[in-house]
C-alpha cells in the first residue's frame, strides 16, 4: 500500500459546517458539520481520487504547496 500526503484546505462556512478540499487534485472537494466530519470525509473523497487516477493509469500528482500567511498593510 502506497501511502500519499496532500495538502489540504478548510473552510469554515457561513451556514455552519466546513468546506475542505486538495488544491493539488483539481476537484476534489468535500464538506462535514463539524471539523473531524470534513477531515474523514476529504481523506475517503482523497482516497477514491487517487484510486481512480490508478484505475486508468493516469499520474498521481505530487503536492507541491506551500501555505504561508501573509500581512499587507493598507
Do not use: W
Not at 488544491?23 to 476529504?42: F, K, M, R, W
Not at 473523497?45 to 487517487?50: E, F, G, Q, S, T
Amino acid at each position: 500500500m502506497t501511502e500519499f500526503s496532500y495538502t489540504i484546505i478548510f473552510e469554515r462556512e457561513e451556514d455552519g459546517g466546513y468546506h475542505a478540499f486538495a488544491p493539488a487534485l483539481p476537484g476534489c472537494h468535500s464538506q462535514g458539520d463539524t471539523y473531524e466530519e470534513a477531515v474523514e470525509n476529504i481523506r475517503d473523497a482523497v482516497r477514491l481520487y487517487i484510486e481512480s487516477l490508478i484505475a486508468h493509469g493516469e499520474k498521481v500528482p505530487e503536492d507541491d504547496i506551500t501555505i504561508k500567511p501573509l500581512k499587507v498593510a493598507v
